[in-house]
């Protein structure tokens, strides 16, 4: 007898078992038994049963739509993309992937593209496994107040800024003093802009007004658009006579921050973070090998991180209740928002495209981590810090090239520049923590003075 007939019988037989005596419960047992083949008590529990549990049905698991293919060629676009979350992944895949083929990353075929180029974030996460950071080391900050020429300085905040335009920057000095602020140490200047995010990272020899100024002038070189505004913190770098003749100078409207408020400079405080610190890290690096390896390293993280670095920008934010519901925009990378919103040139816009289309983000990628390695082998462990007169000679002669020029932060490659690139594999970068003792410390270490009492 099949399943589905004894079924039929039981709720046929059921409700007579039920009103019935001893007797006749016991010849409908013995007859529903013969005919069904259950066992004695597991057939009472049904036929006593107020209501018939209905069939019970077999989910069987979803044939896989992602396979091993679609695995394999998702992480080689993550690890292209140097590792960025999932909503900012997702979106930038169809420009990502192809880039991957026409280079030679990726093959794939077109049952492989298509799922790949339509799974969503939720599908990524599952995909490649949730990847949690360890201990991030903190900066020291080196920001010191300006003079009274404050008051000429308009200030902005967080608020005030229009992002439908680009041309308006926010700019911040990140130090690379390591633990200990004493002696001369290199300096990064960042500055982003607001609209697209667009980043420019600059190596400085020493924190000077003049050495800012001689860096804006390389940068606004470097830029694709025509820099209108610039918003710093309240620094004396920054706050002070020259350099703010030199925006009035070059029509450059100059704002300020208020004191204290980090978040009137969130825009390039960010970019410290996942550009500066991320790819830099929080060593001591000083004199002119770590500056010319620096430069070196940031040639390459300008074009990497404009053109194959996604970003989410926050387009409202609705309390609800308790909470704080944020609504983002889909990622797109700098060189995108730059050629929707930008008023580029028809030949800006042609020169940014035949970069893009001859940039290979893999190789670019492993360029930097090479880089990167070249760079931390100029750091500067803490005990040699101004220890010889050798230092000091070598900052007379930093100083002497940067009055010089500031020619080694162009586009151009200088063909005889040893950049140092040790060759091997690259080890994890490790930073100095505090010891911890190895069992708990519970023992007198002097007498107690009660012990007699």
């Known amino acids: ?189 960042v500055l982003t802009d607001i609209a697209t995010g667009w980043v420019e990272c600059m190596a400085l020899l020493t924190r000077s007004g003049e050495a800012v100024i001689q860096a804006l002038d390389h940068v606004r070189q470097l830029l694709p658009v025509v820099m209108l505004g610039l918003d710093t913190d309240n620094g004396s770098e920054f706050i002070n006579a020259d350099l703010l003749a030199y925006c009035k100078r070059e029509s450059i409207t100059f704002t300020r921050g208020r004191a204290q408020k980090k978040n009137d400079q969130c825009y390039v405080e960010q970019k410290n973070g996942v550009v500066v610190r991320q790819l830099v890290g929080y060593d001591r690096f000083e004199g002119m090998r770590a500056y010319r390896q620096l430069t070196e390293l940031y040639r390459a993280v300008r074009l990497y991180v404009n053109f194959f670095q996604p970003s989410m920008k926050l387009q409202r934010k609705q309390r609800e209740g308790g909470k704080v519901r944020r609504t983002y925009d889909t990622a797109r990378t700098p060189y995108q928002r730059l050629r929707g919103i930008g008023p580029l040139t028809a030949e800006k816009s042609d020169r940014l495209e035949r970069i893009y289309q001859a940039l290979d983000p893999v190789h670019l990628l492993s360029q930097i981590r090479l880089l990167q390695d070249a760079l931390w082998q100029h750091a500067v462990l803490p005990d040699r810090i101004g220890s010889t007169e050798k230092a000091e000679a070598e900052l007379k002669a930093e100083l002497r090239f940067q009055v010089s020029g500031f020619g080694l932060a162009g586009e151009a490659e200088d063909e005889g520049d040893d950049c140092g690139v040790p060759s091997g594999q690259r080890e994890k970068r490790k930073y100095r923590k505090t010891k911890q003792p190895p069992v708990q410390h519970w023992w007198r270490t002097r007498k107690d003075p009660f012990a007699n009492v």
């Not at 001893?22 to 006593?48: C, V």
């Not at 107020?50 to 396979?67: A, D």
């Not at 998702?74 to 991957?100: C, D, M, T």
């Open 1 to 189: 007898m099949s399943f589905e007939s004894r079924r039929e019988l039981l709720f046929q037989v059921a409700p007579r078992y039920r009103t019935s005596g001893r007797k006749e419960k016991s010849a409908i047992l013995k007859e529903f038994i013969a005919s069904t083949g259950y066992s004695r008590k597991y057939a009472i529990r049904l036929l006593s049963l107020r209501e018939i549990p209905s069939t019970r049905v077999i989910r069987r698991p979803r044939p896989r739509h992602y396979g091993k293919e679609v695995r394999e060629a998702l992480h080689v676009a993550w690890a292209a993309a140097n590792y960025i979350g999932s909503k900012r992944l997702a979106p930038f895949l169809q420009e990502l992937v192809p880039a991957l083929e026409k280079h030679g990353h990726l093959k794939l075929t077109e049952d492989v593209r298509a799922p790949l180029l339509s799974v969503s974030p939720a599908t990524i996460d599952r995909l490649l496994g949730p990847i949690r950071a360890g201990d991030i080391p903190r900066g020291i900050s080196t920001t010191k107040a300006g003079t009274l020429l404050k008051h000429q300085i308009p200030i902005r905040t967080f608020a005030d800024w229009n992002e439908k335009e680009p041309d308006f920057f926010e700019g911040d000095l990140v130090a690379h003093c390591g633990t200990n602020m004493e002696g001369a140490f290199l300096n990064t200047l």
